[in-house]
C-alpha cells in the first residue's frame, strides 16, 4: 500500500516524548530496602531489564513507535492545537432549502439548543423568531399562520414583521398591549437557494461569513437538493461525509459510482490550515501517475460547511464542472440535520433523464441510511467513553486524513462551541439534551440495535429514525409525488373492484374478458403506486440484517 507524505502537524522529527523513561542504574547504595527485604544489584538490573520489555510491549500494542505502522497518522504526543478565538453565535448557519419552506405554516427549527421558527407572512417575506411565545411559553411552531400573521395557538396571540405583537384576543376593551408581548428575532439571508440564520444577538452581522459557492452560480449548473434530518451529532455527520475511504464499502451498487472492489489507498494534500477549516486535494493513489489527472478538492469552512469539487476536461477541451456540497446544521445533542446538493455542468445522459426528482431523493435517503447503524452507535461510545477521538480513533494516513484535521479544528475552536469532541480535547454539553419523543441517545440507540428499521409499522410512526420523517416532511417535491401516488392508488383500488364487480355480472364473454383485463390493469398500478410510496417512506434494510 502506497504511504502518504503528509506535511506538519501529521510529521515531526522529534523523538516520541511519551517513551518510557528507563530508571538510571543506581551506584550507591547497591542494596536498596523495600520493607524488610534487601534487594541486590543484580536483582535491581534484572527488574529494568524487565521494565525496559514491558515498556517496549506497550509501545507495540499501542502503536506509539514511529517505525512500528507507517500507515498510521504520527502524533506529537504532548503538543495541543492553539486555541483561536471562537464564537459559535457569530456564524451563519444553513437553516433551510428556500423552496421547502411552507407557505401556509410555520416551521420549528434548532440551531445547537436554541429553537427558532421560521414563516412566510402574507407578504412572501421570511420571519425567524424564538420559538415561544411570551405569554406562556408554548411553541409558536405549533401555530398557524393567520390573516398573513403568526398566531399562537394557545391563546391566539399574533405576531408580525420585527416580533411585535399586534393583537391579543383577551385584553380588555381600551387596554393596551403590553411592550413586553414582542418576540426575539434573528436575522435570516436567502443565499442561493438556502435561508441562512445569524445566531448572535450581542454582534452585527458579518454578511461576508456567508459562503458563496461559485459552481453553482456557472451557466448551465443544475444541481438535485435534499434535505434531511439524522439522528446523530453533526461532527461525526461531517466526519462520514468528509470520508471517501467507506464509500466503495459502505454504499456498494447504490449507484453505478460505488464498488467494493474498487476500495483502495487514497492520497491526501493539504493546502490550506487556518482557523475557519481547512482544503486540500485528494484521490486514488493509483490515479496520481495519470497524465493530466486532476484531483478532487475538498473545502471545510465554518461553522458547518463542507464542498467536494472537480474539474474534468473532456476530449475537445471542454471543461465540466462537478460538486458536491453538504451544509450541516447542529440541531441539539445527537441530532443534526444536512441540506445535500449534488450538481454539475455536464449534460446528463438520456437515460437518467427518465427518473424523476423524487427517485434520486429516496436514493440519498437510503445512502444515510446505510450509514446510520454506523454512526448513532458511534455517536453513543462518544458519549460514553468521554474521551478525545485520539484515544480511541485509529486515523490511517491513506483515508482518515480529512477526520484529523477536523478534529483538530475542534481542538482549536471548541472552546467557543456548547459542546464538542475534539482530537485531544472535549467539552460535553453542560445540561442533559430534552427531548420530545425520547431521552438524549435513544434514537442513536435504537439505530444502532436495529439499523435502518425505519418506522414502527406506519410511515406516520412517531419515530425519528423513518424516512418519511427524516425527508419527506421536509420535502415539499417528495410529500406532493406522496399525496400523488396515494390518491393515484386508491382511485386505482376502487376502480379495479368496480370493474371486477362489473365482470361478474355482464354474461358477454369478450366484456368478461375485457373488464377482467382492465382489472388487473388496476391492480398492476395499485401495486407500482404502492411500491413508489414504500420507496418513499420506508428505510433501507442490508439483506443479512433482515428478519
Given at each position: 500500500?502506497?504511504?502518504?507524505?503528509?506535511?506538519?502537524?501529521?510529521?515531526?522529527?522529534?523523538?516520541?516524548?511519551?517513551?518510557?523513561?528507563?530508571?538510571?542504574?543506581?551506584?550507591k547504595?547497591?542494596?536498596?530496602l523495600?520493607?524488610?527485604?534487601?534487594?541486590?544489584?543484580?536483582?535491581?538490573?534484572?527488574?529494568?531489564?524487565?521494565?525496559?520489555?514491558?515498556?517496549?510491549?506497550?509501545?507495540?500494542?499501542?502503536?506509539?513507535?514511529?517505525?512500528?505502522?507507517?500507515?498510521?497518522?504520527?502524533?506529537?504526543?504532548?503538543?495541543?492545537?492553539?486555541?483561536?478565538?471562537?464564537?459559535?453565535?457569530?456564524?451563519?448557519?444553513?437553516?433551510?432549502?428556500?423552496?421547502?419552506?411552507?407557505?401556509?405554516?410555520?416551521?420549528?427549527?434548532?440551531?445547537?439548543?436554541?429553537?427558532?421558527?421560521?414563516y412566510?407572512?402574507?407578504?412572501?417575506?421570511?420571519?425567524?423568531?424564538?420559538?415561544?411565545?411570551?405569554?406562556?411559553?408554548?411553541?409558536?411552531?405549533e401555530?398557524?399562520?393567520?390573516?398573513?400573521?403568526?398566531?399562537?395557538?394557545?391563546h391566539?396571540?399574533?405576531?408580525?414583521?420585527?416580533?411585535?405583537?399586534?393583537?391579543?384576543?383577551?385584553?380588555?376593551?381600551?387596554?393596551?398591549?403590553?411592550?413586553?408581548?414582542?418576540?426575539?428575532?434573528?436575522?435570516i439571508?436567502?443565499?442561493?437557494?438556502?435561508?441562512?440564520?445569524?445566531?448572535?444577538?450581542?454582534?452585527?452581522?458579518?454578511?461576508?461569513?456567508?459562503?458563496?459557492?461559485?459552481?453553482?452560480?456557472?451557466?448551465?449548473?443544475?444541481?438535485?437538493?435534499?434535505i434531511?434530518?439524522?439522528?446523530?451529532?453533526?461532527?461525526?455527520?461531517?466526519?462520514?461525509?468528509?470520508?471517501?475511504?467507506?464509500?466503495?464499502?459502505?454504499?456498494?451498487?447504490?449507484?453505478?459510482?460505488?464498488?467494493?472492489?474498487?476500495?483502495?489507498?487514497?492520497?491526501?494534500?493539504?493546502t490550506?490550515?487556518?482557523?475557519?477549516?481547512?482544503?486540500?486535494?485528494?484521490?486514488?493513489?493509483?490515479?496520481?501517475?495519470?497524465?493530466?489527472?486532476?484531483?478532487?478538492?475538498?473545502?471545510?469552512?465554518?461553522?458547518?460547511?463542507?464542498?467536494?469539487?472537480?474539474?474534468?476536461?473532456?476530449?475537445?477541451?471542454?471543461?465540466d464542472?462537478?460538486?458536491?456540497?453538504?451544509?450541516?446544521?447542529?440541531?441539539?445533542?445527537?441530532?443534526?440535520?444536512?441540506?445535500?446538493?449534488?450538481?454539475?455542468?455536464r449534460?446528463?445522459?438520456a437515460?437518467?433523464?427518465?427518473?424523476?426528482?423524487?427517485?434520486?431523493?429516496?436514493?440519498?435517503?437510503?445512502?444515510?441510511?446505510?450509514?446510520?447503524?454506523?454512526?448513532?452507535?458511534?455517536?453513543?461510545?462518544?458519549?460514553?467513553?468521554?474521551?478525545?477521538?485520539?484515544?480511541?480513533?485509529?486515523?490511517?494516513?491513506?483515508?482518515?486524513?480529512?477526520?484529523?484535521?477536523?478534529?483538530?479544528?475542534?481542538?482549536?475552536?471548541?472552546?467557543?462551541?456548547?459542546?464538542?469532541?475534539?482530537?485531544?480535547?472535549?467539552?460535553?454539553?453542560?445540561?442533559?439534551?430534552?427531548?420530545?419523543?425520547?431521552?438524549?441517545?435513544?434514537?442513536?440507540?435504537?439505530?444502532?440495535?436495529?439499523?435502518?428499521?425505519?418506522?414502527?409499522?406506519?410511515?406516520?410512526?412517531?419515530?425519528?429514525?423513518?424516512?418519511?420523517?427524516?425527508?419527506?416532511?421536509?420535502?415539499?417535491?417528495?410529500?406532493?409525488?406522496?399525496?400523488?401516488?396515494?390518491?393515484?392508488?386508491?382511485?386505482?383500488?376502487?376502480?379495479?373492484?368496480?370493474?371486477?364487480?362489473?365482470?361478474?355480472?355482464?354474461?358477454?364473454?369478450?366484456?368478461k374478458?375485457?373488464?377482467?383485463?382492465?382489472?388487473?390493469?388496476?391492480?398492476?398500478?395499485v401495486?407500482?403506486c404502492?411500491?413508489?410510496?414504500?420507496?418513499?417512506?420506508?428505510?433501507?434494510?442490508?439483506?443479512?440484517?433482515?428478519?
Amino acid at each position: 500500500m502506497a504511504l502518504l507524505q503528509l506535511s506538519q502537524p501529521f510529521l515531526s522529527d522529534a523523538k516520541n516524548p511519551n517513551f518510557p523513561q528507563i530508571n538510571k542504574t543506581l551506584k550507591k547504595p547497591t542494596t536498596i530496602l523495600i520493607g524488610r527485604k534487601p534487594v541486590l544489584h543484580h536483582q535491581l538490573k534484572k527488574k529494568q531489564n524487565l521494565q525496559k520489555l514491558s515498556a517496549l510491549a506497550e509501545e507495540i500494542s499501542t502503536g506509539l513507535h514511529e517505525e512500528d505502522d507507517q500507515s498510521v497518522i504520527e502524533e506529537v504526543i504532548g503538543k495541543k492545537e492553539e486555541a483561536v478565538s471562537y464564537d459559535w453565535t457569530e456564524e451563519w448557519y444553513p437553516l433551510y432549502l428556500t423552496q421547502n419552506i411552507p407557505d401556509d405554516s410555520p416551521l420549528g427549527l434548532t440551531v445547537f439548543d436554541k429553537q427558532v421558527v421560521l414563516y412566510r407572512d402574507g407578504d412572501g417575506d421570511l420571519w425567524c423568531y424564538e420559538d415561544r411565545c411570551p405569554h406562556r411559553l408554548a411553541k409558536l411552531s405549533e401555530g398557524q399562520i393567520f390573516d398573513g400573521r403568526l398566531e399562537c395557538l394557545y391563546h391566539g396571540w399574533q405576531f408580525e414583521g420585527n416580533g411585535k405583537c399586534v393583537k391579543i384576543p383577551q385584553l380588555s376593551t381600551g387596554a393596551k398591549i403590553p411592550q413586553s408581548a414582542c418576540l426575539k428575532t434573528y436575522e435570516i439571508k436567502d443565499s442561493q437557494g438556502v435561508v441562512w440564520i445569524w445566531m448572535s444577538h450581542k454582534t452585527p452581522s458579518n454578511t461576508k461569513k456567508i459562503p458563496f459557492f461559485e459552481n453553482f452560480d456557472r451557466p448551465g449548473f443544475r444541481d438535485i437538493s435534499t434535505i434531511h434530518e439524522l439522528p446523530y451529532d453533526h461532527s461525526i455527520l461531517l466526519e462520514n461525509l468528509m470520508d471517501p475511504a467507506h464509500v466503495p464499502i459502505s454504499h456498494d451498487r447504490t449507484d453505478f459510482t460505488a464498488k467494493r472492489e474498487d476500495a483502495t489507498s487514497l492520497f491526501f494534500e493539504v493546502t490550506e490550515r487556518n482557523e475557519r477549516g481547512f482544503a486540500g486535494n485528494w484521490g486514488r493513489e493509483r490515479d496520481r501517475s495519470t497524465p493530466d489527472y486532476i484531483p478532487n478538492f475538498l473545502r471545510f469552512e465554518a461553522p458547518c460547511v463542507l464542498q467536494n469539487n472537480r474539474e474534468i476536461i473532456g476530449k475537445n477541451g471542454e471543461k465540466d464542472y462537478f460538486s458536491g456540497l453538504f451544509l450541516c446544521r447542529p440541531s441539539g445533542q445527537g441530532k443534526s440535520m444536512l441540506i445535500v446538493r449534488f450538481g454539475n455542468t455536464r449534460k446528463p445522459p438520456a437515460l437518467l433523464r427518465i427518473f424523476p426528482k423524487w427517485y434520486f431523493h429516496q436514493n440519498a435517503s437510503k445512502v444515510f441510511e446505510q450509514d446510520m447503524g454506523f454512526l448513532s452507535s458511534q455517536n453513543e461510545i462518544l458519549l460514553k467513553e468521554k474521551v478525545p477521538t485520539r484515544e480511541l480513533y485509529i486515523n490511517l494516513k491513506s483515508s482518515d486524513t480529512w477526520v484529523s484535521e477536523y478534529r483538530k479544528w475542534m481542538d482549536k475552536v471548541g472552546h467557543g462551541m456548547p459542546y464538542y469532541f475534539g482530537h485531544s480535547t472535549i467539552s460535553l454539553p453542560e445540561n442533559p439534551a430534552v427531548v420530545e419523543h425520547a431521552p438524549a441517545g435513544f434514537v442513536a440507540n435504537f439505530s444502532a440495535s436495529q439499523p435502518a428499521k425505519g418506522g414502527i409499522g406506519a410511515m406516520y410512526a412517531p419515530n425519528p429514525a423513518n424516512r418519511y420523517f427524516r425527508h419527506v416532511v421536509h420535502c415539499k417535491g417528495c410529500m406532493g409525488v406522496l399525496k400523488s401516488f396515494n390518491a393515484w392508488k386508491k382511485g386505482l383500488l376502487l376502480a379495479a373492484l368496480v370493474l371486477a364487480a362489473t365482470a361478474i355480472l355482464v354474461s358477454g364473454r369478450q366484456w368478461k374478458a375485457l373488464l377482467l383485463v382492465s382489472t388487473a390493469l388496476c391492480l398492476a398500478g395499485v401495486q407500482i403506486c404502492s411500491t413508489a410510496i414504500s420507496m418513499n417512506t420506508t428505510n433501507f434494510i442490508r439483506t443479512h440484517r433482515r428478519l
